[in-house]
C-alpha cells in the first residue's frame, strides 16, 4: 500500500465542515472486491444512486478519491431549487414538444426525492420550507409572473408572487421589485445531507471507500474499476465523478468544464437575523451572475455568487463577495466573516446536464450547471431504474445533445468568461 492511499484528506474549510459533526472516515479500498454495481464518485449522484439501487437488494460498492461529499454535494448554497439550468421553455424551444412533456414531468421530483431521503432515514440537516427568486428589475419581476405560468403549467402549484412590499417584508433588502416565491423550495446543510445518505446507504448493506482514487475503468462483460490498492469487479459501473472527474474518461472532459463558486458565512446575527431575511427563505436574484444566499441554523447569513471559468481559486473569496453581500443588506456592514471557501460544478455549453453510456453497462451523469441539487437526486432515481431494466425515463436526458465548446478545451474558459462578461455587463444595465 503507498503512502498516499492512506494520507488523510481533509474537507473545504467550510462552515458546512465546521458544523457537521463527527465525520465518519471510510478505509481505502483494500485488493479484490465484487459487487452488482460500482459507483465511481460519493457525492449526491453516486450516493443518490447508490441507495436507490440498495433499497431494491442490490450489492454496491461506491469508490470515492477524496471524503464523503468533499466536492461540491458538501460545499454548495444548500438551496433545493427545481427544474434545470435551463427552464422548460427553453428546452422547448430547442428539443421541441415530446421532449419538453418528458422532463417537465421529472422537473420537480429531485426535491420530493430529498424530502423523501430525510424523512425515511431521519436525516438531520437542517432542512427548512422556503425559495424567494427576487427581481432587481420591472422585466424580470415580467420574467418571473411567466416563470410562475410555465411552472403551472406543469403542475407546480406552489408558487406565489409578491409585490415590492412583501418580498422586502421577506427579506430586508431594498434591491428588489418583487419576487417568486417557491414555498416546496427550501434549504438545507449540504454536508449533513451528503452524510446522512452515506449512512442510509450503509445501514442497507452499501459499502463505500474513501480515499481511492479510480484509476482506470476496463470494459468488458463484467467491467473492472481499479485503484491504487485494489479493484472492483461489476456488473454495471457508474460514473459520477462530475467537476472532480479530471481525466479518468477523456470523452466526458471534452463536452464540459469545471467552473468555480464562491461563499463566505457571516459571524452568528442573533436576534439581528430578523433584520436580513426575516421569513428565513433562501433567496437568488435574477441575474446571469446571481447572487444566492440564506441564513444557516446558527443564524449566520450564507452568502455566495460569482463563477471562476476553469476553476481557479480566488486569491480572497471575501474581498469578492462582500461588496455583493454589502448591497444587499447595507445594514451588516462591519459584520464579522467567520468562513469562506469555493468549490467546483460542470458547466455544459447547454447548459443541460449530461447522462448516457460509455459502454452498455458503463453509464454516466454530470453537468448540472450549477443546478445540480435536486438533479442529481433525480438522475440517482433513473440510474436505478436504468439498471433494473427500466430506460424511458433516463433515455429522457440521454437524448440530449452532449455539444463541444468552441474551440475545445484550450479556448473554452475565455470564450465562457467572455460570454458571462457579457451576460454580466446587460444585468448591470438592467437589460
Known amino acids: 500500500m503507498t503512502p498516499a492511499a492512506v494520507e488523510p484528506i481533509a474537507h473545504a474549510p467550510s462552515y458546512y465542515a465546521a458544523t457537521a459533526g463527527a465525520i465518519p472516515e471510510r478505509p481505502p479500498l483494500q485488493g479484490h472486491a465484487d459487487a452488482d454495481v460500482c459507483i465511481v464518485g460519493a457525492g449526491y449522484t453516486g ?36 427544474s434545470y439550468s435551463r427552464d422548460l421553455d427553453v428546452i422547448e424551444q430547442r428539443h421541441g414538444a415530446a421532449q419538453v412533456q418528458a422532463l417537465g414531468a421529472m422537473a420537480f421530483e429531485g426535491g420530493a426525492i430529498i424530502r423523501e431521503r ?52 421577506a427579506v430586508a433588502s431594498g434591491r428588489y421589485q418583487g419576487a417568486l416565491l417557491d414555498r416546496s423550495g427550501g434549504h438545507f446543510h449540504p454536508l449533513k445531507l451528503a452524510l446522512g445518505e452515506a ?44 467537476a472532480y472527474l479530471g481525466d479518468l474518461e477523456p470523452r466526458l472532459a471534452a463536452t464540459s468544464m469545471p467552473c468555480g463558486t464562491q461563499i463566505i458565512a457571516t459571524e452568528p446575527l442573533g436576534e439581528r437575523w430578523k433584520e436580513v431575511i426575516p421569513a ?115 433515455s429522457a436526458f440521454e437524448q440530449l445533445p452532449h455539444l463541444p465548446f468552441p474551440g475545445g478545451r484550450l479556448l473554452r474558459v475565455p470564450m465562457a468568461a467572455m460570454g458571462a462578461w457579457y451576460y454580466g455587463l446587460r444585468d448591470r444595465l438592467g437589460f
Open 47 to 82: 450516493l443518490s444512486t447508490a441507495l436507490h439501487l440498495a433499497e431494491a437488494g442490490l450489492r454496491v460498492v461506491v469508490l470515492e478519491a477524496a471524503r464523503v461529499g468533499w466536492g461540491a454535494s458538501g460545499r454548495n448554497g444548500g438551496q433545493i431549487v427545481h
Open 118 to 169: 430525510v424523512a425515511r432515514y431521519g436525516i438531520d440537516c437542517d432542512l427548512k420550507d422556503g425559495l424567494l427568486f427576487a427581481a432587481l428589475t420591472g422585466k424580470q419581476l415580467k420574467q418571473l409572473e411567466a416563470h410562475k405560468t410555465l411552472w403551472e403549467r406543469y403542475g407546480h402549484q406552489q408558487l406565489e408572487l409578491l409585490d415590492a412590499a412583501a418580498t422586502r417584508a
Open 199 to 242: 449512512a442510509a446507504l450503509e445501514s442497507l448493506g452499501g459499502v463505500i471507500h474513501e480515499r481511492s482514487k479510480v484509476t482506470a475503468i476496463e470494459r468488458g462483460a463484467k467491467p473492472t474499476v481499479r485503484t491504487a490498492t485494489g479493484d472492483v469487479s461489476a456488473s454495471y459501473v457508474v460514473v459520477a465523478g462530475n
Open 280 to 394: 428565513d427563505f433562501c433567496v437568488e436574484d435574477c441575474n446571469f451572475l446571481l447572487d444566492y444566499f440564506r441564513l444557516s441554523a446558527d443564524r449566520r447569513l450564507l452568502f455566495g455568487g460569482g463563477v471562476v471559468y476553469g476553476a481557479r481559486d480566488l486569491s480572497d473569496i471575501t474581498a469578492s463577495l462582500l461588496p455583493s453581500l454589502l448591497r444587499v443588506f447595507p445594514q451588516l456592514a462591519g459584520v464579522r466573516i467567520d468562513y469562506a471557501w469555493t468549490g467546483n460544478f460542470l458547466l455544459t455549453l447547454s447548459r443541460l446536464p449530461q447522462v448516457g453510456r460509455l459502454d452498455h453497462n458503463i453509464f454516466y451523469s454530470q453537468g448540472c450547471s450549477g443546478h445540480g441539487v435536486t438533479f442529481t437526486h433525480l438522475i440517482g432515481r433513473l440510474l436505478g431504474e436504468l439498471i433494473q431494466g427500466q430506460a424511458e425515463r433516463f
